[in-house]
């Protein structure tokens, strides 16, 4: 069983920043993608940032310049550091996974439960 556990999300004024942080356990063989997504009220699932197991990244155009994206592998952790917060920044940010278990030959996309980011004066 894996899972992937979200944590740092919070209400922050404009301009502020936040770090989101999540972390996956269990019965794990290797680790391919990890990346963040959220959603908006009445929006879709957007991704946000992602990085590979070799650290190539990839960032959403509103995004860019103001939040980084990083891993830990030692520790099966990616890190989302948010900068610059916008209002429209609002959202559920969820954790997403390409994992290998133990014992397996495939990777499977696994999702965090999300966490709530919230940019307001």
């Known amino acids: 069983q894996v899972q992937l556990v979200e944590s740092g999300g919070g209400l922050v004024q404009p301009g502020g920043s936040l770090r989101l942080s999540c972390t996956a356990s269990g019965s794990i063989f290797s680790i391919n993608y990890m990346g963040w997504y959220r959603q908006a009220p009445g929006k879709q699932r957007e991704l946000v940032a992602a990085?590979?197991?070799?650290?190539?990244?990839n960032y959403a155009d509103t995004v860019k310049g103001r939040f980084t994206i990083s891993r830990d592998n030692a520790k099966n952790t990616v890190f989302l550091q948010m900068n610059s917060l916008k209002p429209e920044d609002t959202a559920v940010y969820y954790c997403?996974?390409?994992?290998?278990?133990?014992?397996?030959?495939?990777?499977?996309?696994?999702w965090g439960q999300g966490t709530q980011v919230t940019v307001s004066s």
């Open positions: 997403n996974a390409d994992i290998r278990s133990r014992g397996y030959r495939d990777y499977v996309d696994y």
């Open positions: 990085i590979s197991s070799g650290d190539s990244t």
